[in-house]
């Protein structure tokens, strides 16, 4: 069974909240990715492998997504198709 879509307000809060919060995961990934790539380049012992730097660049990826689901949710578009619609994909 479905759930029932949210109200407008309500839509609009939480997407506002997945907004912000996938600015702050990007801004800290950010730093993370800045700090990793200065210590690999840099040549350091202690410098994280390039799967820390890899998996660091893919989390800033899905920050990316994060925010945007937040806006497409503030904007109201629907994903969701017609299953019985007639179309080619």
Do not use: C
């Not at 995961?25 to 210590?39: D, E, N, P, T």
């Not at 492998?49 to 925010?67: D, E, P, R, Y």
């Amino acid at each position: 069974m479905a759930t029932p879509p949210l109200p407008p307000t309500t839509q609009r809060l939480v997407g506002l909240l997945l907004i912000v919060s996938g600015g702050l995961m990007g801004l800290g990934l950010l730093l993370k990715v800045a700090v990793g790539a200065y210590s690999w380049n840099a040549g350091s012992p202690e410098s994280p492998s390039a799967l820390l730097l890899t998996v660091n660049l893919v989390a800033l990826l899905a920050s990316g997504f994060l925010m945007r689901w937040g806006f497409r949710m503030r904007r109201g578009t629907s994903t969701h198709r017609d299953p019985n619609a007639d179309e080619i994909l």
